[in-house]
């Protein structure tokens, strides 16, 4: 498998990615033997509120780059409920612009109702595109929470896609949007609104505190879906992954992620380690008392760790 | 201070929170100290995208419950990053109704930059205001991630915010509020859009597997800012609150918070004893080896667990 892998056959990454989906146990050997391959790929984040385009962005960007004789792997996280599949989604539709281009891999992840997860997931994902020889990375990804952030914190080049409709700066910098991004692209900005909101984030870019040692976050407005603005941004990724690589700040990004990731393995054993059956059992027999308020969640924490050693 | 928390002082309340936030030691004696007292406040959460009006509408929700003299806690969760404070933010503008009200207590938790554990915080601190006697708690959340999720989770009636910009109901299930949603909330339905954007969520609502036991998933049309549709969505709580009761729901949701409240308590503390100051140097030190490829991060969390213990 490993080897499939490494020679770039795309069955074989489809594959390796479902025991990643599905928590197989041979999913970690896979990843742990394809390690010494990954860290060449680019990545590129592309995030921002339900409805700004990103999936038309993100065909568009690896439309581009494949002009560039890149190949490019895009990973869809989608926290989708699982009643729904993908099936409605329409990503096949508006991927159709590279779905049946062979340098390009797409794969769409959804949480499937399960807590966290995902974003570890999604980027071990990414490694095994970026072992396979996919040279740009494009992790879409809806909504602004925690997961979202987590994965933006994962890439190298975080793009955030606003829609004049998405309120003004502010509301965006509620949204947590603004600390993120490398990079803004305001979408569908022959809409009406677009230069006010455009003035509006730009206001608050300026009230932020910058050294001249820091990246100048930018913003570029686009139509994705007629393709206008889309050179642009990937001119503008370039020069901030010029900007990475001039400053060390690439270097120093990238031991962070790892550290992150060391992190989310070790989280996960401890998970798998400490959720005996004996403890689960426990935990439900003794939630009647709590409820009840007869014992604290705190007591019965304390006796799940101490009693259990 | 936990005497001062049950006659309901709010000054105490606000600090006991101010230790939440800072991760103080004695808030956990606090909480355990508080929780037989708690368990009796309703707790609502209004999520939705940005801009969708979740403040004016929990603005407009706290003015309707002190009518019928129900002292009101508000808790606005907001991801907001630290360089720009709440200041900008105009919340205090948007609460004018009620923030001069005594009998409404309204506290912004931001996430101030650290990963995850603010989701944690938002609930102790809804923990507090039950505690203090508060019987209805607003729980505000901005953004559609697992911060959100989980607090969505935590309370119980979730009510989902949209405006007709926020994208067809694809969209809207894309960031995953479909599954969330108790009640759905189509706010600025005076704009344009407003009956096709509820005909969409109702289409894909009625798309849902749903058996005569499940709660029937429904849209209120309002208008917040000028109050219109507010004691709809009021009745339609209530409605949630009955249904909840009656079939037994309520009892089995809280028991499932109160197990994941416990799972928090441990993974908190499981975190604070493993990443001790040598670990901690440890994996600082071989993140060199992992970035040059030396060694993979499946190598390093096993030495962190197994050689340190």
């Known amino acids: 498998m490993v080897d499939r892998i490494i020679h770039g ?5 489809a594959q390796a990615i479902s025991l990643i989906e599905n928590d197989a146990k041979e999913s970690t050997d896979v990843l742990r033997a394809l390690f010494p391959r990954t860290g060449n790929a680019y990545r590129i984040g592309i995030t921002g509120p339900p409805g700004a385009g990103k999936s038309t962005l993100t065909n568009k960007l690896a439309k581009y780059y494949r ?11 989608d ?36 807590l966290g997860g995902l974003s570890k997931k999604a980027k071990e994902a990414a490694d095994i595109l970026d072992a396979a020889g996919y040279n740009i990375i494009l992790m879409e990804t809806v909504g602004v929470g925690q997961s979202e952030l987590d994965i933006a ?25 603004m600390e993120i991004a490398d990079l803004f692209v305001m979408n569908k900005a022959d809409r009406p ?36 603005g889309v050179a642009e941004v990937v001119t503008m990724i370039d020069q901030h992954r010029s900007f ?12 962070i992620q790892l550290k992150q990731r060391i992190h989310e393995i070790i989280n996960e054993q401890w998970h798998f380690d400490f959720w005996t059956s004996e403890r689960a059992a ?5 939630i009647e008392q709590v409820f009840s308020r007869s014992l604290t969640p705190y007591d019965v924490a304390q006796e799940l760790v101490l009693h259990f050693k």
């Open 153 to 177: 914190r994962a890439v190298d080049t975080t793009v955030v896609v606003l829609v004049p409709e998405s309120g003004d700066g502010i509301q965006a910098m509620k949204a947590g949007l």
């Open 79 to 114: 926290p989708t409920s699982p009643f729904t599949g993908g099936a409605l989604l329409g990503d096949r539709v508006r991927m159709s612009d590279v779905e049946l281009d062979e340098g390009v891999f797409i794969r769409s992840m959804a949480s499937r109702g399960s």
């Open 244 to 255: 990475l690589q001039t400053s060390n700040t690439f270097v120093e990004r990238r031991k």
């Open 282 to 286: 426990y935990l439900t027999e003794q």
């Open 193 to 228: 609104g677009a230069d006010q909101a455009m003035t509006s984030i730009e206001f608050i870019l300026g009230l932020r505190p910058h050294s001249g040692q820091d990246w100048l976050v930018r913003i570029v407005k686009t139509q994705a879906h007629e393709g206008k």
């Open 67 to 77: 002009t560039q004789n890149c190949k490019v792997g895009i990973i869809a996280v």
């Open 9 to 13: 056959d795309p069955r074989t990454v």
